[in-house]
């Protein structure tokens, strides 16, 4: 079964970065598509970024230019870069892997996804 770990959450100030991680002990995550995703207090869960197998990458558009995807094969780990943080930000994040590949257009919908991390929070306040 496919575990999910994250870390590299906390709190920082607004116009601050984080690096999540998101790890995969025992399995390729390559073989997998990646999405990010958050949920804030009251708030449905987002898609904020996915990585597709095929390589290809997508964002919401509150996270365009802030948030980068990526997935290094040589220490099985995918990351979310986050600058420019917001306190619209905050939330926990969660990172999940899909079995079979959802695609460009369907990457930042959870319901793709069958395996999820214990999420990770991140917190925006001066």
């Known amino acids: 079964q496919l575990r999910l770990v994250e870390s590299g959450g906390g709190l920082v100030q607004p116009g601050g970065s984080l690096r999540l991680s998101c790890r995969a002990p025992?399995?390729?995550?390559?073989?997998?598509?990646i999405g990010w995703f958050r949920q804030a207090p009251g708030k449905e869960r987002e898609g904020v970024s996915g990585?597709?197998?095929?390589?290809?990458?997508m964002y919401a558009y509150s996270v365009r230019a802030r948030f980068f995807i990526s997935e290094h094969n040589f220490n099985n780990t995918a990351y979310l870069q986050m600058t420019a943080l917001r306190p619209a930000d905050t939330a926990v994040y969660y990172c999940?892997?899909?079995?079979?590949?959802?695609?460009?257009?369907?990457?930042?919908?959870?319901?793709?996804?069958?395996?999820w991390g214990q999420g990770t929070q991140v917190t925006i306040s001066s």
């Open positions: 990585v597709t197998t095929g390589g290809g990458l």
């Open positions: 025992g399995f390729v995550l390559g073989d997998y598509a």
């Open positions: 999940a892997a899909a079995s079979r590949n959802p695609g460009l257009r369907r990457c930042l919908s959870g319901r793709w996804y069958e395996f």
